[in-house]
């Protein structure tokens, strides 16, 4: 199995951590970091290791490895479990509530489908398995283009009311742009 990092990984974790003042940035991490050795347990519990880890500007990347429906859900299924575990047991920590919603909040984001994504796998499985190929093709196009049509102006909408920072949109437009790109 190799480890890629790339140059574009640091440049945001750094730009992430300099501007953080809530102090998130490295909770976000730790939240990205168990999201990924959910699906990799579940990986070597299927004997079905990855070709690669790579970490990019965007996030972490498992290359290869088993797709089963468990592997993977196993990403969403850890931080669901850690925001249970975090947020809806009743700490005294503000620090320890706050990583419960951001795992939350890592679940949510993974369960988008868009591109790499969990839900986008989750959801061509799905459909794979009620629809012919061809039609499940075209079903979760469409329902990535619907996604994208909602999701964009509602974030410009949350970002212009003060209820979401601009990166946040600034990623959904890259989260678009890659799509797009794919497709041509």
Do not use: Q
């Not at 730009?15 to 102090?23: A, I, N, S, Y």
């Not at 004997?47 to 498992?62: D, Q």
């Not at 969403?76 to 990583?99: K, Q």
Request: with cysteine; proline share 3%; glycine share 8%.
């Amino acid at each position: 199995m190799k480890f890629e990092a790339g140059f574009s990984f640091f440049a945001v974790l750094g730009f992430l951590v300099c501007t953080d003042r809530e102090g998130t940035a490295l909770l976000c991490l730790l939240s990205c970091v168990l999201h990924e050795l959910g699906h990799l347990g579940v990986m070597c519990a299927e004997k079905r290791l990855p070709e690669k880890i790579k970490l990019y500007g965007g996030g972490m990347h498992i290359i290869g490895g088993s797709t089963s429906f468990p592997a993977v859900s196993a990403g969403c299924a850890v931080n669901i479990l850690l925001f249970c575990v975090f947020f809806l047991v009743p700490w005294e920590s503000r620090e320890l509530r706050l990583f419960g919603v951001i795992n939350l909040l890592t679940a949510a984001f993974n369960l988008l489908p868009f591109g790499e994504l969990d839900g986008k796998l989750m959801l061509d499985k799905a459909l794979i398995r009620a629809f012919a190929p061809e039609k499940a093709a075209k079903l979760s196009f469409l329902c990535e283009a619907v996604f994208t049509a909602i999701i964009i102006p509602a974030a410009a909408v949350l970002v212009f009311s003060g209820y979401m920072n601009i990166s946040a949109l600034i990623f959904f437009f890259y989260i678009f742009a890659v799509e797009i790109s794919e497709k041509i």
